[in-house]
């Protein structure tokens, strides 16, 4: 099998410019990444593999990757509900598949709240968590892993190493490497994901947003009423907690998918199990 068909386009919409990026051909997915802040790029190559017999709509969320926006540009969650109401219509579609890996799980479903009869598939990939003390649970768990010993010793040996002096690049990638070990069950994974930047902006403006947030309530009254076709997947090792997924998952009366063994990145250290999960679910050409 041949690489997937990639086409890039600029959408403008509600007064800025959105990077959109297609994989593949067929009935349209869209993937909304994480950060807040991040872009697309990191989703890359791994979630590809679900690109066959589909197309994966990546964009840039307003204010990170290539849709930057100036600083007086609000670039909080009902921006970025809204900019996706307003895709949907440049798109032309009645209604969308999402796919939501980490904030983007989140987002998804603040969208799904505002706009529930726009939303025909719903796929939650290791969603951040859906209210506040959760949330407020995975930064200490994270954090925790983060200064674990091995961890502590690796950035101190790359610090005496020398390597900025002789290669930046390499020890540019070692550093990102090292901040983002703690999100996998196998920090050594760590290598494996595509470099990316956090616009600090983006994210603060996000979770102030947000504020004191619980979605729990919303979440089961929109159930109840516009029932929609949802999957959650969620490593079991992830540092948000599976059971901040399971509890999503039993709002929306939706089968959760736990990988063992598995940390907060799946399509990286796991990919055949996220295939199998998702794949049969999000629609594509026969």
């Given at each position: ?64 990757g290539r849709s930057a926006v100036g600083r007086d540009v609000a670039a909080g ?30 987002l998804a479903l603040l969208y799904w709240l ?173």
């Open positions: 099998m041949g690489e997937p068909r990639v086409a890039d386009a600029e959408r403008h919409v509600r007064g800025v410019t959105l990077f959109e990026r297609r994989v593949g051909e067929g009935p349209p997915v869209v993937v909304l990444h994480g950060g807040p802040g991040a872009s697309h790029d990191y989703l890359r190559p791994g979630l590809d593999v679900l690109a066959e017999g589909r197309t994966l709509v990546y964009y840039d969320q307003r204010g990170g969650w009902a921006e970025q509900v809204a900019d996706l109401e307003a895709l949907r219509e440049a798109w032309g579609l009645e209604q969308l598949a999402l796919l939501g890996y980490s904030w983007g799980g989140l505002a706009h529930p009869a726009r939303v025909a598939r719903l796929a939650l990939l290791a969603p951040a968590p859906a209210w506040r003390t959760a949330r407020d649970a995975f930064e200490a768990r994270f954090a925790e892993r983060s200064l674990a010993p091995a961890l502590q010793a690796a950035r101190a040996e790359l610090r005496a190493s020398g390597l900025r002096e002789r290669d930046l690049a390499a020890y540019q990638q070692r550093l990102f490497e090292l901040a983002v070990a703690g999100y996998f069950h196998d920090p050594a994974r760590a290598r494996d994901l595509v470099p990316f930047r956090v616009v600090e902006r983006v994210q603060k403006a996000v979770w102030e947003g947000l504020g004191d947030f619980d979605l729990r309530p919303a979440l089961a009254e929109a159930a109840a009423r516009h029932p929609v076709a949802a999957r959650v997947v969620h490593g079991e090792d992830d540092p948000i907690p599976l059971e901040s997924a399971r509890a999503v998952a039993g709002l929306l009366g939706a089968p959760l998918v736990a990988i063992p063994a598995c940390g907060h990145v799946p399509y990286v250290e796991a990919p055949d199990a996220v295939r199998a999960a998702l794949d049969p679910f999000l629609p594509r050409h026969a």
